[in-house]
């Protein structure tokens, strides 16, 4: 006599079961919803690349630093959704294992997600930024901290793109090395630019017109008409050091 099936074996249920019972068993249909909604509302540039990114920070759960770093990468941090970014980061953070009865964002924690978000950056640049965190490692870092890190971080990425497009503008031959006149002409836009006074409009519009197109160019005709282009050449990492320079000297102490 041949044996009798099992009527709850499992691949009876698998047969029975509808695709929605399969997607509530699994939880995949909740992780399908969880990431399109972090697609539709930070609406990222290459959403492909968006999805691969947040599938692969699933695979390692013990890596928060790079689980939060992909939570606020997802978006920029000019989109009012990166608030609610930042404290999704914080939050996880905070299940960072301090001691065995203490969890929370320690100084040492915050340090690495900064040199995580920091990666890119030349290195002189991002020893600089450290020094105005000042964090000991076993330090509390409460969540305003933490997020005025993280937006100086983000904007300090920002300016480092800009600096190297303005590179790009003066080196003429393509070479990787631009006119050291041309390049301390650039440089001193920035800087006049950064000084200016948010409590004086008249400074602000000045330093507008300075970093803008028109600003830029005239400056740049009047050194190119001055002659003197036999004082050297910088490369793109000198120049954007110098850049930050003036950018870090405004942000004050984080920690």
Known sequence: MADKKKPNSADDRVVQETDRQFLERTSTGTLIRDVLEKVISNRPEDPIAFLADYFDSLEDETNLVAKARQILTMTHHSRPVFETNVRMAYNLLQKHKVSKKVHGVNG????????????????TVQNKLLKKLECAEHECIKFNVFSSGVFTCCVLLDYVKLSEMLFKSI???KSGKA????SETVLDQLRTALASNKSDA???????YNLGPDGLYYALDKAMKRGNHNQGAQ??????TEACDAFLTKVKKIC
């Open 202 to 208: 008249r400074r602000v519009v000045e330093s507008g």
């Open 235 to 240: 490369t793109l990492d000198q120049f954007t």
């Open 171 to 173: 080196d003429l031959q």
């Open 179 to 182: 006119d050291k006149v041309l």
């Open 108 to 123: 040492t924690v915050f340090t690495d997600l900064v040199k995580s978000l920091c990666k890119d950056i030349p290195q």
